[in-house]
């Protein structure tokens, strides 16, 4: 299963590469600026950091972006909030992210799932997959859907 996910996100990597944009819109910003779209709704699942990194971390990190454009989740630490804003390229930008703050054993990897919202630029979706990429097109890490 490690190789075939691994396999997948390489497979997307070279996808947003090659697809840059003249790929479909998977989102759109409403007029009133609400956000739709596919990454809008369910409930991600961390997977890998990177392109091959498990995290243990209980719970396990996850997000949900509501059509009002705010994000909530866990990065497996702490509880976090804030605003996202997604365009027809598949970008991405998270903002105002706030977390509860409190200190836990896994604090290292738990702020390196939160990094990776930080920097995330763009991403994919390939089936149940949400993969997202730095503004270098480097692969940050990729999240299931879990609904």
Do not use: K
């Amino acid at each position: 299963m490690i190789m075939t996910l691994r396999h997948t996100l390489m497979m997307t990597a070279i996808a947003v590469g090659l697809a840059g944009c003249a790929s479909e819109p998977e989102t759109d910003v409403a007029p009133d600026g609400d956000v739709s779209g596919p990454v809008v709704g369910p409930r991600w699942n961390l997977l890998l950091v990177g392109t091959s990194e498990r995290l243990d971390l209980s719970p396990t990190p996850h997000f949900r972006i509501t059509p009002d454009g705010r994000v909530s989740g866990h990065d497996g630490c702490n509880q976090f909030g804030g605003t996202v804003e997604l365009d027809d390229e598949n970008r991405i930008e998270f903002g105002e992210l706030r977390s509860t703050m409190m200190a836990c054993p896994d604090m290292q990897d738990a702020e390196r799932v939160t990094a990776m919202l930080d920097e995330a630029y763009r991403y994919l979706i390939d089936h149940d997959r949400l993969v997202f990429f730095g503004p270098d097109q480097r692969v940050l890490g990729g999240f299931q859907r879990a609904d």
